[in-house]
Every structure is written in structure tokens, then in C-alpha cells.
């Protein structure tokens, strides 16, 4: 399993970044993928996950409204389209090869948002 993500960066209170991950060495298609963070001094948290074929997308109460989830099978691509960022979303943000609610599974080295004016 490999799975490297991008996107990452600096953005202000209120701004817009969107996240991707690539995936290889396992079929992609036939697994829930799902997107984890890390905020400073703490744990990991479930942030998101989409069904196999991208028919059912979960979210945890903190980014619902905000963030929106989706796939590419044909690319082997996950994405992370994250809206209205607050400073409460700074964290590193893994892709996961994880069902709903879970963090704990195969993930990427992360790519760092932080956001702040």
C-alpha cells in the first residue's frame, strides 16, 4: 500500500484548500478510503470517508458543511475539497485505507495545513 498526498500549505481563516492523495499497490476501487488529521500535541482524528464507488460519503460533525470528499477510481485518486477553513483545521491531514470512523489502518506521510491569518 502507498498512498501520497498533496495540497498542503498555508492559507487564511475563511479560505479554501483542496487535498489530494495517490494511491498504488493495492486496487483502490474495492476499498473505503478516508482522510485522518493530526493537530499539534494530539491524536489522531477521523475527519471523512467515501464508499468504493463514491456513492455514500461520511463526515465528522467538526468539517459537515465545510469539507467534501471524493474519488477518481479511474486515476486511483482521493480528494479532499476543504471550505471556510478555520484555525481549529490546522493539523496534518492523512489519507487512509480506513472504513467509516476508524484512524487506525494504512496511511500517507501527510501533508501539513495550517491556517492562520
Known amino acids: 500500500v502507498q498512498l501520497v498526498e498533496s495540497g498542503g500549505g498555508l492559507v487564511q481563516p475563511g479560505g479554501s484548500l483542496r487535498l489530494s492523495c495517490a494511491a498504488s499497490?493495492?486496487?483502490?476501487?474495492?476499498?473505503?478510503m478516508s482522510w485522518v488529521r493530526q493537530a499539534p500535541g494530539k491524536g489522531l482524528e477521523w475527519v471523512s470517508t467515501?464508499?468504493?464507488?463514491?456513492?455514500?460519503?461520511y463526515y465528522a460533525d467538526s468539517v459537515k458543511g465545510r469539507f467534501t470528499i471524493s474519488r477518481d477510481n479511474a486515476k486511483n485518486t482521493l480528494f479532499l475539497q476543504m471550505n471556510s477553513l478555520k484555525s481549529e483545521d490546522t493539523a496534518v491531514y492523512f489519507c487512509?485505507?480506513?472504513?467509516?470512523?476508524?484512524?487506525?489502518?494504512?496511511r500517507g506521510q501527510g501533508t501539513q495545513v495550517t491556517v492562520s491569518s
Open positions: 467515501i464508499h468504493r464507488d463514491g456513492s455514500t460519503t
Open positions: 499497490g493495492f486496487t483502490f476501487s474495492v476499498y473505503y
Open positions: 487512509a485505507q480506513t472504513p467509516p470512523r476508524v484512524v487506525a489502518g494504512p
